[in-house]
């Protein structure tokens, strides 16, 4: 009897050792997930501030692009306004029809070229040696001529200027 009773106490002793260690487990399991669950917050949270600071920015410089997109739309208008304004004043001027000097007519003809090459690399450099022959033969550039081209170049550069200030805006703000 005391056998049995000494078996029966090792195999409680056993069932309570294996019911223990197995409870303890579980804990673990339940401590290991808790802490996945509190790391996969944590990561998701970030990922979230992440996406809304992107969203932000992404946003801002859409905006300054507009911004950036209406202003030339404005600087072309006011151009095109001045430019009919010119043409109205220079057709009823007689020096509008005088030649400029071949000196300063050449240089910024060779300048325009030289602009225009540097933007398109498709064109060979002698492209438009035959409008240059062309050119020399009467006058190259009158002063209605010169008179039209400023407006448009003020105009170009004021977009590009504009649109500098927007990139310098959008690379401050993502500082």
Not at 116 to 136: I, L, Y
Not at 158 to 163: K, T
């Given at each position: 009897m005391m056998k049995i009773n000494l078996l029966l106490t090792g195999c409680a002793l056993a069932a309570a050792f294996g019911a223990g260690w197995s409870l303890q487990g579980i804990r673990w399991e339940v401590d290991i997930a808790a802490r996945d669950k509190q790391s996969n917050e944590l990561r998701r949270a970030q990922q979230q501030s992440i996406i809304a600071q992107q969203s932000f920015t992404f946003q801002r410089l859409n905006q300054i692009a507009a911004d950036a997109y209406q202003r030339s739309l404005s600087i072309k208008a006011d151009s095109d306004e001045k430019q009919i304004i010119y043409r109205t004043i220079v057709k009823?001027?007689?020096?509008?029809?005088?030649?400029?000097?071949?000196?300063?007519?050449?240089?910024?003809?060779?300048?325009?070229?030289?602009?225009?090459?540097?933007?398109?690399?498709?064109?060979?450099?002698?492209?438009?040696?035959?409008?240059?022959?062309?050119?020399?033969?009467?006058?190259?550039?009158?002063?209605?001529?010169?008179?039209?081209?400023?407006?448009?170049?003020?105009?170009?550069?004021?977009?590009?200027?504009?649109?500098?200030?927007?990139?310098r805006t959008a690379q401050a703000d993502r500082k």
């Open positions: 009823r001027d007689p020096v509008g029809r005088q030649c400029v000097p071949d000196a300063v007519s050449g240089r910024l003809l060779d300048d325009a070229h030289r602009l225009r090459a540097r933007v398109m690399h498709s064109v060979a450099p002698d492209a438009n040696a035959a409008r240059r022959g062309a050119a020399t033969a009467g006058c190259r550039l009158t002063y209605a001529q010169a008179v039209y081209w400023i407006e448009p170049l003020l105009a170009a550069l004021e977009q590009a200027n504009s649109q500098l200030d927007a990139i």
